[in-house]
Nanobody
Framework: QLMESGGGSVQPGGSLRLSCAASSYIYTTAGLAWIRQGPGREREVVAIIDRGASLYADSVKGRFTIYKDSGNLYLQMNDLKPDDSGRYYC??????????????????WGQGTQVTVTS
C-alpha cells in the first residue's frame, strides 16, 4: 500500500515536502517514483529512485529531491512554480519494459496528494 501526504497550497518560490508511506516497497529493487498530473496535462514522472540512482525530469531538476528512509519515500520540492501544481502520486515497481519516464512503466500507485502553487 502507498499513501501520500504533505500536499497543500503554497506561493511561487515556496517549498513543500511530500511523504509516501511505502514500507512494503522501500527495499524493493524495482524502484520508486513520484508522478504528477496537472490540470489539463499528461501524467509526468518527475523523479525516481532505482538501483541506487536518483533521476529527475528536466522540468524539476535542481529544484526537487527524492529520497527515502526505512519506511517512507519523500519528495522535497523547492522554488515551486505554478506549473508544478497538480496531483502528486507515489508509485512503485518499475516494469523495466520502457523508459522510466513513462507513467505506464510503474505498477502500483497511491491515491495522490494535491499541490497548488499560486499567488
Amino acid at each position: 500500500q502507498l499513501m501520500e501526504s504533505g500536499g497543500g497550497s503554497v506561493q511561487p518560490g515556496g517549498s513543500l515536502r511530500l511523504s509516501c508511506a511505502a514500507s512494503s516497497y522501500i527495499y524493493t529493487t524495482a524502484g520508486l517514483a513520484w508522478i504528477r498530473q496537472g490540470p489539463g496535462r499528461e501524467r509526468e514522472v518527475v523523479a525516481i529512485i532505482d538501483r541506487g540512482a536518483s533521476l529527475y525530469a528536466d522540468s524539476v531538476k535542481g529544484r526537487f529531491t527524492i529520497y527515502k528512509d526505512s519506511g517512507n519515500l519523500y519528495l522535497q520540492m523547492n522554488d515551486l512554480k505554478p506549473d508544478d501544481s497538480g496531483r502528486y502520486y507515489c508509485a512503485a515497481e518499475r516494469a523495466y519494459r520502457q523508459s522510466w519516464t513513462l507513467p505506464d512503466e510503474w505498477k502500483y500507485w497511491g491515491q495522490g496528494t494535491q499541490v497548488t502553487v499560486t499567488s
